[in-house]
């Protein structure tokens, strides 16, 4: 059975989106490696393919199986490519937090699609793949098909028995983060699942248990990247600060193995103190993401983040005070919030220093609290600058106008500063992604600096 695993092209020439490796699909490959069956894989957004080379490339192949994984908001991209493929492929399947979240309706959002898979993939593939090659009786559980319930699968396997992703057949080359402070680009996820329960994340993947990797194998990793020449990882938990005591024995391995590599990781501002931030420092981290969200304590609590103001002043102190830079990622205009609230948030991420910042609206994607609580019955509909333009629904008091405004002005009034400017050029150059950071800033530059 020829098994063909792809990321379609980007949906147009204005998609800026950064080509970050697909894990998901790497971590698929990899388990069908070892389960010894012959897969490809095709990063067509990464090698940054037209859509009528992609085609061409599929249709001499000739897959029998034809597997894609999406979110969401760039689901009608691997829609498209379903259409465009169905004569080249046998069978085609979607898995990934869009098919999580909605389920059947992937046949009605497209009917090329002949199955889904629902959550982790690891454990399903196989089943899967087995049940296609006799097609008797009902899919194994975690698999989407027409006319069968779905059966929900949970991991039953720890996750450190998952093999490391099949990078040998991505092209690792092609990838670049934009805020990396080496060249040679790679992600991991040494943990999965998180307990918190923000309303307007979908963790519909990966769950509420959190389960980790242990410490050694997750330097195991590091070092291996390290001596294929990456210089900078991108750790993509959800939360990689919730046990304290991992990442401490994580930091302590780097540095007792002298493993040279930066990495950047994603935590919770209750989730980290003084102490610790230093020692990440002194293990290669550069950068630690944060939830930050809003600067009001009535937003908080109607997002539920279950965290307050002061500490995301207190985390944000002492990763500067530890030599490390921080990422602020905040939700702007939310329900309730005025304009003058939207300013007070847009001058909170500026006073405590957050060195870089990500501005989103409060979205209710499929698979979030907020899209259970009937969340996305807004008319608004605002722009997405990171998101390759795409327009989304978006929980707001304000009008489509006064959002839009206000997002562009949160942008520009962050982004054009000689300082946070002058330090995401020296990433470029230092990361190799000049190309990237051009592409990206051009787009951001022309949409925030709009007159209105
Ligand atoms: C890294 C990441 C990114 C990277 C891109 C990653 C990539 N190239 O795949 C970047 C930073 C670019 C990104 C962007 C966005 N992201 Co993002 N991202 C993540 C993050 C943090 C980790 C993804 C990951 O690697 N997971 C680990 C792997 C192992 O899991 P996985 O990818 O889900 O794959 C498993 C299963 O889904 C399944 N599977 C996946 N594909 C397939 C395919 C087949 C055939 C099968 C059978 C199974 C299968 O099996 C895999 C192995 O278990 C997740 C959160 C999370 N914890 O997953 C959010 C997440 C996926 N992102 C999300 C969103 C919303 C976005 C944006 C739309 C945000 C925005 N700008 O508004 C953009 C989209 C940009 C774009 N143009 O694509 C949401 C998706 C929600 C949804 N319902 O769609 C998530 C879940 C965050 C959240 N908690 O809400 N993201
Ligand atoms: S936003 Fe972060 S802390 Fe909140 S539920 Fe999602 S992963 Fe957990």
Known sequence: MRILLARPPRRDHRDAGLPIPPL??????????AQGRHVELIDAYALGWSWSRFEREVARRKP???GMGTMTPVADTVWKAA???RPHVGTIVVGGPHPTAVAHEIFSDCPQVDHGVSGEGEEVI?????????TKGAPPAGVIARNHPLVPHSPQKPIASIPWPARHLLPQGSYRYLLATLPGFATMITSRGCPFRCTFCDKSVSGSRWRARPAAD????MQALAAQGIGFINLYDDNFTLDRKRVAAICDDLIKRGVDVEWKCEGRVDGVDLPLLKKMRAAGCRTVAYGVESAHPETLALLRKDITVDQAEGAFAATRAAGLRSLAY???GSHGESPEDVHGTIRFVQEIGADYVQFSSLTALPGTPLYAMGGDTSEVSVRSPVDSESKRNTCTSLSEEELDRLMRVAWRSFWMRPRPLARLARDAVASGSLKEGWRMGFQLARWSLRPG
């Open 218 to 221: 997750v330097v195991d990793e």
């Open 64 to 66: 029998d199986v034809l």
């Open 126 to 134: 196989g089943p899967y793949l087995d049940w296609l090659a006799h």
């Open 24 to 33: 998901g699909l790497a971590y698929l490959a990899s388990t069908l490696e």
């Open 330 to 332: 905040v939700i702007l």
């Open 83 to 85: 259409r465009r493929l």
